[in-house]
């Protein structure tokens, strides 16, 4: 089966901008999160929706938005892009929301602020 | 709160030795504890994990041990590959959480 699929896997961007970046997840699972990496800070936790409602968020400004729609698929929006916004971006679905129950990664957007 | 700590890389060995990846966690209440591997270019892959205390993980011949009393959860091989090269993260998620606390990773090189 298709597993969890990131668009796009790369990304330049502006100062100032913002992006939006999207996650399909597998089919079936209902919760998806999002997880920021970079170099510096590692994986930190963004946020994580269930059935179309945010569920849990972690500890960013309000820059960071996300939303689910009824599909289950997920878009998370970054405005006025920083440079510190650069980072490999991953999403994660799964069944349940419960990170016992496991979660499926995908491979990531990488985004530039430039 | 909660968090993980696990040693600092970059590791390089040789094919065939013994790998260990240490990691501790600290926690409120009962955390999972998870082992997630990330190839080059690619996401976070699920590699072993346990949900209690002495429960063992294990997959592709790597192990790890719940331990409570130290809490650790150090990653062992008995003989790794040069496929095996990749970063290796130590996670934890609280027992009804819907979000993990990773570590900073660890690279693995393993050369022939």
């Known amino acids: 089966k298709a597993g969890v699929t990131q668009t796009p896997r790369y990304l330049i961007k502006t100062r100032g901008q913002q992006v939006t970046l999207s996650c399909s997840p597998i089919s079936g699972h209902r919760s998806v999160s999002w997880y920021q990496q970079t170099p510096g800070q590692g994986l930190q936790f963004l946020f994580e929706y269930f059935s179309e409602t945010q569920r849990n968020k972690g500890n960013f400004p309000g820059r960071f938005s996300g939303r689910q729609f009824s599909n289950s698929r997920s878009e998370m929006n970054v405005s006025t892009l920083e440079l510190g916004d650069s980072a490999l971006y991953l999403c994660?679905?799964?069944?349940?929301?419960?990170?016992?129950?496991?979660?499926?990664f995908g491979s990531g957007t990488r985004l530039t602020v430039v | 709160g909660n968090s993980v700590t696990q040693m600092e890389g970059p590791v390089t060995l040789s094919e065939e030795a013994f790998l260990t990846i240490n990691c501790t966690y600290t926690a409120t209440g009962y955390p999972s504890l998870f082992w997630y591997v990330q190839y080059p270019g690619e996401g976070l892959q699920l590699l072993l994990k346990a949900t209690k205390a002495d429960d063992k993980g294990s997959n592709k011949g790597f192990e790890a041990t719940y331990r409570k009393e130290t809490t650790s959860f150090h990653l062992e091989k008995g003989s790794v590959q040069v496929s095996d090269s990749a970063v290796y993260f130590c996670?934890?998620?609280?027992?009804?959480?819907?979000?993990?606390?990773f570590g900073t990773g660890t690279s693995l090189t393993v050369i022939p």
């Open positions: 994660a679905s799964s069944l349940r929301t419960d990170a016992n129950y496991g979660y499926t």
């Open positions: 996670a934890l998620s609280r027992n009804t959480g819907n979000q993990f606390y």
